[in-house]
């Protein structure tokens, strides 16, 4: 059983930058998880934003390429989230995830453990 706890949302103004962290707990294997990062916005589905697997290869959306960076920590046992040159777009709550699952997994369903969420506003 893993427990992820987020933290580092926050209000920005458009261009600015945030770090979203994930602290992970309850298992002695994080270095076993592939991780990732979601976000939802009101009223559309939850999407996938970026992922590093436990070989700590990244993969990342289009709508967030060469601006969010995805990294983890796994002697903190900590996943996190470098958002810069922030959209109003942006704006949402992100979740980590994680799972065990041999694969790259942009889709939620894949996830087995989830965190509460943090909150993200960008303002124009």
């Known amino acids: 059983q893993v427990q992820l706890v987020e933290s580092g949302g926050g209000l920005v103004q458009a261009g600015g930058s945030l770090r979203l962290s994930c602290a992970a707990s309850?298992?002695?294997?994080?270095?076993?998880?592939?991780l990732g990062w979601f976000r939802q916005a009101p009223g559309k589905d939850r999407e996938f934003v970026a992922c590093?697997?436990?070989?700590?290869?990244?993969y990342y959306a289009d709508s967030v390429k060469g601006r969010f960076t995805i990294s983890r920590d796994n002697i903190r046992n900590t996943v996190y989230l470098q958002m810069n040159s922030l959209k109003p777009e942006d704006t949402a709550v992100y979740y980590c995830?994680?799972?065990?699952?041999?694969?790259?997994?942009?889709?939620?369903?894949?996830?087995?453990?989830w965190g509460q969420g943090t909150q993200v506003t960008v303002s124009s």
């Open positions: 995830a994680a799972h065990r699952q041999d694969q790259i997994a942009t889709l939620p369903s894949v996830y087995n453990y």
């Open positions: 309850g298992s002695t294997f994080f270095t076993t998880y592939d």
């Open positions: 590093i697997r436990w070989t700590s290869t990244s």
